[in-house]
């Protein structure tokens, strides 16, 4: 049995938004989640908030975006 790498990392992240991008709430259909008591990776912000989205391939998972500078800080489960 053959399974192929790009069909696993499929599998492991159905969602083509990556760490770092601007959040796009619109377009990826955000909906609150639940928040993080987490530093942010791109600014002085204690505080981040997750979102369940839907990416513009229509895979769906959840992002975590700092409320100040509006950058993804973590794609999670
Ligand atoms: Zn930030």
């Not at 049995?1 to 938004?17: A, C, E, F, G, Y």
Request: a negative charge; glycine letters at 6%; hydrophobic letters at 35%.
């Amino acid at each position: 049995m053959q399974r192929s790498l790009s069909s696993l990392q499929h599998d492991l992240v159905p969602i083509t938004i990556n760490v770092g991008e601007d959040f796009k709430s619109i377009v990826w259909k955000a909906q609150y989640d639940m928040d993080f008591n987490t530093e942010c990776l791109f600014c002085f912000s204690e505080q981040i908030t997750g979102y369940r989205v839907e990416d513009e391939e229509g895979h769906s998972g959840k992002v975590a975006v700092c409320p100040h500078c509006e950058k993804v800080n973590a794609i999670y489960a």
